[in-house]
């Protein structure tokens, strides 16, 4: 028999997920409506937390993600209520929530925020792991430290920042293009990050700028928690600073692409051995196509498309994520978009009455900008997570709201291999078909500025480094002047284009 329920609770407004988009959300209505309770629901002890923003232009904005206690958000705003549980179920019919700690909460205005959770390439294989958030980060950490060689599958941002940061420890990257990268990068912005990937790396590490709370006093109920198939938020900008990601040898990098491949098949040691088969060495240069077989003995086997097989002490999945829906699709017939997201409107409402989303959860429905695309980046967890709540505080007091400007022009500014790299509009010209012209420039080493161009304007650009060209290039995207007459010139480094257009 199930223990009897508390009281529900009541709240106008409640928001479901304690990641950069939930905790936006609540965080801007708590500013909206002081004296209003706001519920906001996560699994986690702990709550992602945006520190030292700062708009860079009109649409690119830089800042830090603070993992914090829930106690510090309810001390800077004594009208949000953190409840630390699971959702189990949600009842769109009753606007109520029930929770994994047996409690339900009611509802008028809900914003689901539950984030996304990583695809692993085989779910049941203690060897491969996920990394999504401070937990899973940590434990691979830990693994790190005993580790000689590893393997990385996946071409995404995790993956890209994984292999730069690992020191002392060899490293297989199994990517399934032609070249590293492929969301963020074109082949040549590729290679260009790639000479950097096989240099030696510098010795100063930046100390790190924050504070960083853990679980470690609440391990238990927390171990309930990941065993109950829970996840943290996603992890923040930098997440691997203060993490010392050092394998047990003595060298800086050594890593090894095999590009054009997938995952084939997972060997244990046993079945290896059982299968009679035979594992390569890692290779000593990209040139030599000497094959030599791997007389160590590993823990596990990866057997690729292309044939080849290399062992390793583990292997780290970094194949993307999927939106987090499960708890709330059992009972409500929501939209659901291509990619498993709840489709929202211009309004980051769902399909169901008063129910909105926001951040990775969602998938993004509406006839967007030309130059505006959705990605599951922070950024945009930010910015959806504080327009859902300008939408929902405008529709609980009958009042229409413009959709907000951050939604004009995509733009992305993070970091890899320690470049700083803005990503701008149709960037690797999503969508423009052959219709399209890029001009380019690069100086090894130091910058690589591609700008995609259509019709004469100017629809997309990848700057990499210090360039001090995204504004220039913001208001050039976003004004869609004609650029016909600068042909190259445009890139001309001898030519100061900010003097122009600025």
């Given amino acids: 028999m199930e223990a009897a329920c508390s009281p529900p609770t009541a709240g106008n407004f409640v928001v479901v997920g304690g990641g950069i988009a939930g905790v936006t959300c609540a965080e801007q209505l708590a500013i909206h409506f002081p004296s209003e309770d706001i519920l906001l629901i996560t699994a986690s002890p702990v709550i992602k937390a945006v520190t030292n923003f700062k708009l860079v232009s009109k649409v690119l904005e830089e800042f830090d993600v603070e993992e914090q206690p829930s106690t510090m958000l309810e001390n800077r705003f004594p009208n949000i209520k953190v409840i630390e549980s699971g959702v189990k179920q949600l009842n769109s019919k009753e606007h109520c929530i029930l929770t994994e700690d047996g409690n339900q909460h009611i509802y008028k205005k809900l914003c689901l925020c539950a984030g996304a959770k990583p695809k692993l390439i085989c779910e049941e294989n203690s060897y491969v792991l996920g990394i999504r958030d401070t937990d899973s980060a940590q434990e691979f950490q830990k693994q790190l430290t005993k580790a000689k060689r590893i393997m990385i599958i996946g071409n995404g941002g995790i993956a890209l920042e994984l292999v730069y940061e690992i020191e002392g420890c060899e490293v297989i990257w199994a990517i399934k293009d032609k070249a590293i990268g492929n969301t963020f990068f074109d082949a040549g912005a590729a290679e260009f990050l790639t000479s950097k990937l096989i240099a030696e790396k510098p010795e100063a590490k930046i100390a790190q700028k924050r504070t ?129 997201g709840l489709k929202v409107d211009d309004h980051m409402r769902t399909s169901l009455p008063d129910i909105y989303a926001a951040g990775d959860i969602c998938t993004a429905s509406w006839q967007p900008s030309p130059v505006w695309q959705q990605m599951r980046l922070w950024t945009q967890a930010r910015q959806m997570g504080w327009y859902a709540a300008k939408c929902m505080a405008a529709a609980s007091v009958g009042e229409s709201t413009d959709m907000d400007f951050s939604f004009e022009l995509f733009a992305h500014v993070t970091k890899f291999f320690n470049y700083k790299v803005v990503l701008l509009g149709k960037y690797n010209a999503q969508g423009l078909g052959l219709d399209h012209e890029l001009i380019l420039r690069c100086t090894k080493g130091q910058e690589y500025i591609k700008a995609v161009l259509q019709n004469g304007r100017m629809m997309g650009a990848v700057l990499i480094g210090e360039t001090d060209l995204e504004e220039t290039f913001e208001n050039l995207i976003l004004n869609q002047m004609n650029l016909s007459a600068y042909g190259e010139d445009l890139l001309d480094p001898n030519i100061d284009i900010e003097d122009y257009f600025d």
């Avoid at 109950?228 to 050092?246: C, F, M, T, V």
């Fill in 212 to 340: 960083r709370y853990t679980t470690e006093g609440r391990k238990k109920e927390a171990e309930t928690k990941a065993n109950a198939g829970n996840i943290g938020s996603a992890l923040g900008p930098d997440w691997h600073e203060g993490l010392d990601l050092k394998g047990t040898k003595e060298f800086s990098h050594k890593i090894h692409i095999e590009t054009m491949c997938e995952v084939k098949k997972i060997y244990l040691q046993e079945e290896f051995r059982i299968s009679k088969k035979k594992s390569l060495t890692f290779p000593r240069d990209h040139h030599n196509q000497l094959v030599i077989a791997d007389k160590e003995i590993w823990p596990v086997y990866v057997e690729l498309t292309n044939e080849k097989i290399y062992g390793c002490d583990f292997i780290v999945s970094a194949t993307g994520v999927t939106p987090n829906t499960e708890p709330f699709l059992c009972g409500n017939n929501f939209d659901v978009g291509k990619d498993g």
